[in-house]
DNA sequence: AGAATAGGTGACCAAATGGTCACCTGTCAA
DNA sequence: TTGACAGGTGACCATTTGGTCACCTATTCT
């Protein structure tokens, strides 16, 4: 939905950080994640707040437990409706290769 | 080169509309940009060389004017580097579904 | 030459950000 | 049932960020 949101939530290190653990190992709980990090539990909180509310991160309580998933779709709208836009010139370039290696032939 | 100063340069909106900008009529001068932003002039300014410390707009000088170009050689980086990562599913989903088709016939 | 134009610098400011801590609640296990 | 464990809240703090402004330099136009 909101672009802005998860563009914020990808500019910091420690969210991409965390995000790779979870691309690596779904439904870890906090105190999981806060070991891999250099950051006291209150740091990833927050950073992990940031992520559910951008999406990219989905949480689901287990008694007393907090267990995190990795939701990719947000990166893939930034990626379709943005980023794809600035890379798709290669695709072009292959295809303006095809074009000339046809004429040529 | 650093992944990092390209997502934080990604997450500012007028950043991003300045790319888009760019993207869409390459070699701007700053008072020319200027012109499509609600901001003074240094914003802009601020902005741009945020952007050109990111790599991701590359300037020429040409008498008293500054003339910006679009580069978006480290916006396919870290769409490589890392977002290809957590978009690519979709291929492995269209794989099992050909798969899938394959079997049923 | 003199005025207008394009851009640059450094100081400054308010708000957002990244992080810690004291303290509290709910859940599990001995 | 009592202690240990997992997580949550709000206050607080330093730094970064997004933006403006006064002032300055270099180039162009008449």
Redesign the interface.
């Known amino acids: 939905m909101d672009d802005?949101a998860v563009?914020?939530a990808?500019?910091d290190?420690s969210r991409?950080l965390l995000?790779d653990l979870l691309?690596e190992r779904d439904g870890r709980t906090l105190t999981e994640l806060d070991a891999e990090l250099e950051m006291t539990r209150f740091g990833v909180m927050k950073h992990l707040k940031v992520l559910e509310e951008a999406g990219l991160v989905v949480a689901r309580k287990q008694g007393r437990e907090k267990l995190h998933f990795l939701n990719?779709v947000p990166?893939?709208q930034i990626?379709d409706r943005?980023?794809d836009?600035?890379?798709e010139?290669?695709v072009s370039a292959l295809l303006d290769l095809k074009n000339e290696l046809e004429e040529t032939a």
Do not use: E, G, Q
């Open positions: 802005d563009f914020k990808l500019a290190p991409r995000l691309f990719a990166i893939r990626h943005w980023i836009k600035y890379t010139h290669r």
